[in-house]
Nanobody, 116 residues
Framework: QVQLGESGGGLVQPGGSLRLSCAAS????????MSWYRQAPGKERELVAY????????NYADSVKGRFTISRDNAKNTLYLQMNSLKLEDTAVYYC?????????WGQGTQVTVSS
């Protein structure tokens, strides 16, 4: 049974940091491209960052470049998103996604709220 479970969300002040984790099971994690997406209220889900299976390549949305870092630990089947210098507009539900050819899996999401 495939499972993706995000954790680490919460309430943080502007300028603060959070580290999200996504624990995976039920599939060969090290073979999948892993991504973080987010969806703010009233907006479409958008790609935040993705990382290649061996972590040799990463890519970021312009809005988070220089502030967020995606990483993975294939030995622990876990994906991470380090978020620094958080802004009000980073408030959203954050989802992890696993993709390999036609196989796509999503987590349930974790809420990140940036507020003073």
């Amino acid at each position: 049974q495939v499972q993706l479970g995000e954790s680490g969300g919460g309430l943080v002040q502007p300028g603060g940091s959070l580290r999200l984790s996504c624990a995976a099971s039920g599939f060969t994690f090290s073979s999948y491209v892993m991504s973080w997406y987010r969806q703010a209220p009233g907006k479409e889900r958008e790609l935040v960052a993705y990382i290649s299976p061996a972590a040799t390549s990463t890519n970021y949305a312009d809005s988070v470049k220089g502030r967020f870092t995606i990483s993975r630990d294939n030995a622990k089947n876990t994906l991470y998103l380090q978020m620094n210098s958080l802004k009000l507009e980073d408030t959203a539900v954050y989802y992890c996604k696993a993709a390999l050819l036609s196989y796509v899996y999503w987590g349930q999401g974790t809420q990140v709220t940036v507020s003073s």
